[in-house]
C-alpha cells in the first residue's frame, strides 16, 4: 500500500489520531506525514476537523432547488381568458428532485445549490433536509431570491406553460465550485443539471475529468443544453429529450410537429445520438415521452419501450428516470440494465401528483422491473 493509502486506513480507523502517532506507525518524519495530509485534503479525501473523511459512496447533485407552482387547469385551457385551477406548492427544481428521489431508494445524497436568504429558501432547504437529502453545503446569498418555478397543466397533467424565475443560479460562480470541491472529491457519482452558468458548467466537465468522477448530466432544456461547453469529455451520462438531444447534436433541423412526426415515422435517434457521443459523452440517452428511451453508448444501441401507464401527472419523470439510472449503475448494473430501472422510476412517479414520488423507494421500485421482467 503507497502512503497515502496507508495514512487513510489509520485516519478512517481513528479521525482523532495525531500526525505524530500516524509518524510512529508507518516510520517517517511528522513533517513528511504533514505533506501527505495536505495532499489528501487539497484531493477532497479528508476534509474538517478530526480528519473526517470523505464518504465515497455518497451521490452529489448539483444545480436547481426551485419552489414550484403547480396550476391544473380544471378545463380546457382558454387562451387570453381566466381558467379555474387548483395551485399546489411544492419543493422543485431538477437536481433537488434527482436527490430526494435517490434518498427515497436509500441512497446516501448530497445536494449542492444556492437559494436566497428568503422563506421560500429556508423551507426547500429543510424540506429536502427532512426527506433524507444532506444540504450542509448549500449556499444561502443574501439579498437573492430562491428560484422559483410556476407550471400550468392541461386536465391530462401534460404541462402547458411555465414561467421559471432562475436568476439565482447565475451567481453560482467557479470559485464556489472550487471552495466546496473538497466536499466532492470522493463522490461515488456526481449528477449536475444546466441551471448552472456556463464557466460553472465547464469547470465541473473538466474537473470530473481530470479526477476520474463519474458525471451524469441533465440538459433541463434545449435553450440551457447551449450552456454545455463544446467538448463533453468527462460527461459520462447525459439525457436528454428529442428536442435538446436535436440541440446537443447541433444538426439544421428545426423543432416543429412536422420534425417530430418525421423522427417517429423514421427514427433517426442513432444519428443524433452519435453526434452527441462525438462531443465526448459515454452514454447517451434519449427520452422520448410516452414512447420510451434510446440508448446508445459503450454498450450499444438499443430501444426501451415505456411502462404502460395511467398518467397523473408528467412533473418530475424526467428526474426520477435519471435517479433509477443512477441507482441501477450505483449498484453495479450495466447502463442498459440501469434504463430499467429508470423507466419504473418514471413509471411510478407518473402515477402520481408529486414531483418527487413518495411511493418511490427500493421496494416498489424492483415489484416494478419484476412486473416487467414477468411480461416480457
Known amino acids: ?21 500516524i509518524a510512529g506507525i508507518i516510520g517517517i518524519s511528522r513533517s513528511a506525514v504533514a ?8 484531493k477532497g479525501t479528508i476534509r474538517g476537523r478530526a480528519y473526517v473523511t ?10 436547481g432547488a426551485n419552489l414550484d407552482s403547480k396550476a391544473t387547469s380544471k378545463h380546457v385551457i382558454r387562451l387570453a381568458s381566466s381558467n379555474p385551477v387548483t395551485v399546489t406548492e411544492s419543493c422543485g427544481g431538477v437536481a433537488r428532485n434527482i436527490a430526494e428521489a435517490l434518498a427515497g431508494l436509500a441512497c446516501r ?27 450542509s453545503q448549500a449556499i444561502v446569498l443574501s439579498g437573492e431570491n430562491t428560484g422559483s418555478y410556476t407550471a400550468l397543466l392541461d386536465t391530462s397533467g401534460e404541462m402547458f406553460l411555465a414561467f421559471a424565475n432562475m436568476d439565482i443560479y447565475d451567481k453560482f460562480l ?7 470541491w473538497s466536499h466532492m472529491a470522493a463522490a461515488q457519482l456526481v449528477i449536475a443539471d444546466t441551471n448552472l ?3 460553472t458548467l465547464e469547470e465541473l466537465v473538466r474537473r470530473c475529468q481530470e479526477e476520474n468522477i463519474p458525471l451524469f448530466m441533465d440538459p433541463v432544456s434545449s435553450e440551457k443544453s447551449k450552456k454545455l461547453p463544446t467538448d463533453l469529455t468527462g460527461v459520462t451520462a447525459i439525457f436528454p429529450n428529442l428536442e435538446e438531444a436535436i440541440q ?30 462525438n462531443r465526448g459523452v459515454k452514454h447517451v440517452f434519449i427520452t422520448l415521452g410516452s414512447r420510451g428511451v434510446y440508448y446508445s453508448g459503450e454498450e450499444g444501441q438499443h430501444f426501451f419501450p415505456s411502462i404502460p401507464t395511467e398518467v397523473v401527472e408528467v412533473t418530475g ?42 411511493e418511490l423507494n427500493e421496494e416498489r421500485l424492483q415489484l416494478t422491473i419484476n412486473t416487467m421482467t414477468k411480461g416480457d
Open 109 to 135: 445524497t448530497a445536494l449542492l445549490t444556492v437559494v436566497g436568504d428568503d422563506k421560500a429558501g429556508q423551507w426547500v432547504l429543510e424540506e429536502t433536509r427532512r426527506r433524507g437529502v444532506d444540504v
Open 35 to 42: 505533506g501527505y495530509i495536505a495532499s489528501l485534503t487539497k
Open 248 to 277: 446537443l447534436a447541433h444538426t439544421p433541423l428545426t423543432m416543429n410537429q412536422d420534425v417530430i412526426d418525421m423522427f417517429y415515422v423514421e427514427p433517426d435517434h442513432s444519428q443524433i445520438a452519435e453526434s452527441i457521443r
Open 317 to 358: 419523470a424526467g428526474d426520477a428516470f435519471l435517479a433509477g439510472i443512477a441507482y441501477g449503475v450505483t449498484h453495479h448494473h450495466t447502463y442498459m440494465k440501469s434504463c430499467e430501472f429508470g423507466l419504473a422510476a418514471a413509471h411510478i412517479t407518473l402515477q402520481t401528483s408529486q414531483s418527487t414520488s413518495s
Open 54 to 63: 470523505s464518504d465515497e459512496h455518497t451521490i452529489v447533485c448539483i444545480g
Open 197 to 199: 452558468p456556463s464557466e
Open 174 to 180: 467557479p470559485a464556489m465550485l472550487r471552495d466546496k
Open 1 to 21: 500500500m503507497d502512503r497515502e493509502g496507508q495514512i487513510l486506513a489509520l485516519i478512517r480507523q481513528n479521525p482523532f489520531i495525531s500526525q505524530h502517532e
